[in-house]
């Protein structure tokens, strides 16, 4: 990864998708232990979401999940759907990638003042997610000086990864 920081590869073993790294046990553990020690609760509508966007081949909507989660004789609405990421989105558990309004699952915790970078590519779809303390520091000169303090940031930057340059330029 050229960013600086640390990577998590949530989407490049290029099979045009996502795939998270962690197991997907592991990201269900993580979010139980993480309701336990909110005292919040993880109901069956939160985890089959949950699950929904980690099995999912690529990043899915809102929408998507609720289709995929509705069957005959259970409709699950769009909203509650939207609801149960807003929720998962709180505790760090997935994150949504803006310029898709398309989720990704996330298995490991950020630090407070840490900013996430997601690198998505317009070739194959991947998405990787690295944070960059390079990135931070000047994202952060910039907000003091406009005196603006963020509640979050994501940034998104679309291009192409080493991967597909690399095949085009074979090709």
């Not at 900013?115 to 990135?135: A, H, K, Q, W, Y």
Request: proline content about 5%.
């Amino acid at each position: 990864m050229s960013a600086a920081g640390h990577s998590h590869d949530h989407a490049h073993d290029h099979a045009h998708g996502h795939s998270c790294k962690a197991e997907p046990a592991a990201i269900l553990a993580r979010a139980e232990e993480l309701c336990r020690e909110r005292a919040v609760q993880f109901t069956a509508l939160r985890r089959e979401v949950l699950d929904a966007v980690v099995a999912s081949e690529k990043p899915p909507g809102a929408y998507d999940i609720a289709e995929r989660l509705s069957r005959p004789g259970r409709r699950v609405a769009p909203v509650s759907v939207y609801r149960a990421l807003d929720f998962l989105m709180e505790l760090g558990l997935v994150h949504r990638i803006a310029s898709r309004n398309a989720f990704v699952p996330c298995a490991h915790a950020h630090g407070a003042s840490e900013n996430v970078v997601f690198l998505i590519c317009r070739t194959c779809g991947g998405i990787d997610e690295t944070t960059s303390p390079e990135v931070e520091s000047g994202l952060g000169k910039t907000l003091k000086r406009a005196g603006f303090t963020p509640a979050h940031s994501i940034l998104e930057v679309e291009g192409d990864c080493g991967a597909c340059r690399d095949k085009a330029r074979r090709a």
